[in-house]
């Protein structure tokens, strides 16, 4: 199946009518949790525009562009506790949780509807490994307590580094989806990371090997002095 292919109309939901159809990558990136991966995609796709958690195009991309781009990340993240900051309409971090049920997440997003979103997939997913925190990232609390931080098209790098960096622990890790212009931020962020002590930058490029939209991540740790 290719991307611009879009499912038949279910009925009256014109809404679902414009969804794309499934990529064969959904399969390889959800592996044995692609029915949950369905179900979430599904709910989004029927909810997303109008709680304003997507754009009105977004619909006929969907599965490429945001549901199989959050997943090619999954591989990145290691069993412990992962923040996903700025999570939105859940993603990366709902997508992540569902394919890697042995990583714990809290996904914190400040604006009200947004969280009772989360929420609301979390229950009907029945994900364990998830906790929904309404607060902006540096006023969490969460100083020093995550292996790992996630966020997908929050804000520059320059910006994000000094939001995320102090709820990892020392030797904690940034995983972070970026857009083209990912080499750009990093040159304009060398300050910041000198100064919230971040080294070994990387940016790595996913889903070459599935035949889909290049994902980008930044990859990078932060040392404990």
Same mark, same amino acid.
């Given at each position: 199946?290719? %991307?611009?292919? $879009? &499912? @038949? ?5 014109? &809404?679902? /009518? &414009?969804?794309?159809?499934? @990529?064969?990558?959904?399969?390889? +990136?959800? #592996? ?11 709910? !989004? ?7 304003? =958690? ?9 599965? $490429?562009?945001?549901?199989?781009? %959050? #997943? ?18 859940? !993603? @990366? #971090? ?11 997440? $809290? =996904? *914190? ?9 989360? %929420?609301?997939? +979390? %229950? ?6 998830? +906790? ?16 790992? +931080? ?13 939001? $995320?960096?102090? !709820? ?19 040159? /304009? ?9 971040? *080294?070994? @930058?990387?940016?790595?490029? =996913? #889903?070459?090997?599935?035949? &889909? ?13």
């Amino acid at each position: 199946m290719t %991307s611009d292919q $879009t &499912t @038949p109309e279910r009925g009256e939901d014109s &809404t679902i /009518a &414009t969804l794309e159809v499934e @990529p064969a990558s959904a399969a390889a +990136v959800f #592996g044995d949790h692609l029915e949950l991966g369905r179900r979430f995609t599904d709910s !989004l796709a029927r909810h997303g525009e109008e709680l304003g =958690l997507i754009g009105p195009l977004e619909l006929p991309r969907l599965w $490429t562009r945001h549901i199989v781009n %959050s #997943g090619l990340v999954a591989p990145l993240l290691r069993p412990g506790r992962v923040a996903d900051v700025g999570s939105g309409a859940g !993603l @990366p #971090g709902i997508v992540l949780a569902i394919i890697r049920p042995d990583v714990s997440f $809290t =996904l *914190i997003e400040p604006m009200e509807r947004r969280v009772d979103w989360l %929420s609301r997939q +979390v %229950s009907e997913l029945g994900l364990e490994n998830v +906790v929904v925190e309404r607060a902006r990232a540096e006023d969490s609390g969460f100083k020093h307590q995550f292996d790992q +931080v996630t966020a997908r098209a929050v804000s520059a790098l320059r910006t994000l580094v000094p939001v $995320t960096a102090p !709820l990892l622990k020392p030797g904690g890790e940034f995983v972070l989806l970026k857009g083209a212009g990912v080499a750009g931020e990093i040159g /304009a962020a060398d300050k910041v990371f000198r100064k919230y002590r971040v *080294i070994d @930058p990387e940016v790595l490029e =996913l #889903g070459g090997d599935h035949g &889909t939209e290049i994902t980008r991540v930044f990859r990078a740790r932060v040392t404990s002095g």
